[in-house]
């Protein structure tokens, strides 16, 4: 299985890095989240819209989803194939945004199951802890946090995290993840920390080294890198 980083950002423009977007790949191709700026992405990572079989949302906020409806279009023009939106949690809102665009609809399919499949790939779906409601997903021993707080639940049976880490040290975990509010919960080897405001990534070396002295390889991926498993 191949992870892709598509969009390393966050809510707020960074330099270089596109909002939250990362492809997985095994026998099926996988978008989870497409914040914007992951369509041209997807594009420099050799793929386009029409080799996906699945897009996965963790939450509706436009990081996450905003480029939604221009994969779908560019998808619209490209493929006659169907592709499978996962997204219950949002599932009224979804039908309204499309119904905006109805063409869309006859190459949609809106998932709905608990634990969604795609070909071998299974996803097993976890409640985060966010301003809204938001979906973390494990597949095997990976996990993708979304935007959530650290809490030790969504941690089981996992072993490698890619995890958000929006604030620096010293804010109250809430609706995000700080250092202190990870290393308190995780227990995970390895992190990929993604999503940092800014404050939080002109810092990643002493949050590495903070990580780290708590048992926890610490990486912090740019767009289209990638890793196995
Ligand atoms: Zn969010
Ligand atoms: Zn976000």
Redesign the pocket.
């Known amino acids: 299985m191949k992870v892709t980083f598509l969009g390393t950002g966050v809510?707020v423009p960074l330099a270089k890095k596109a909002q939250s977007s990362l492809l997985i790949e095994d026998d099926k191709l996988i978008l989870v989240d497409c914040g914007f700026g992951c369509m041209l992405r997807l594009e420099e990572a050799g793929y386009s819209p029409s080799d996906l079989d699945a897009i996965l949302i963790t939450?509706f906020?436009t990081?996450?989803c905003g480029e939604l409806i221009g994969i779908l279009k560019a998808r619209w023009l490209e493929s006659d194939e169907k592709i499978d939106l996962f997204a219950p949690f949002a599932k009224e809102n979804l039908e309204a945004v499309l119904e905006a665009y109805p063409y869309l609809r006859t190459k949609v399919k809106v998932v709905t199951k608990d634990k969604p499949k795609f070909g071998s790939m299974k996803f097993e779906v976890r409640e985060g802890k966010?301003?809204?409601i938001?979906y973390a997903y494990k597949i095997e021993n990976l996990l993708i946090s979304?935007?959530t707080r650290s809490f030790p639940e969504l941690y089981e049976d996992v072993e490698i995290a890619i995890h958000e880490m929006s604030l620096n040290f010293g804010y109250k975990a809430v609706?995000h993840t700080t250092p202190e509010n990870f290393v308190e919960n995780a227990r995970v080897k390895k992190a990929y920390f993604v999503h940092m405001y800014p404050e939080a990534y002109e810092n990643r070396s002493k949050i590495k080294e903070f990580v780290e002295k708590h048992g926890v390889d610490a990486s912090f991926p740019d767009d289209l890198e990638s890793f196995e498993i």
């Open positions: 809510a939450h906020h990081d996450h966010h301003a809204i938001n979304g935007d609706d």
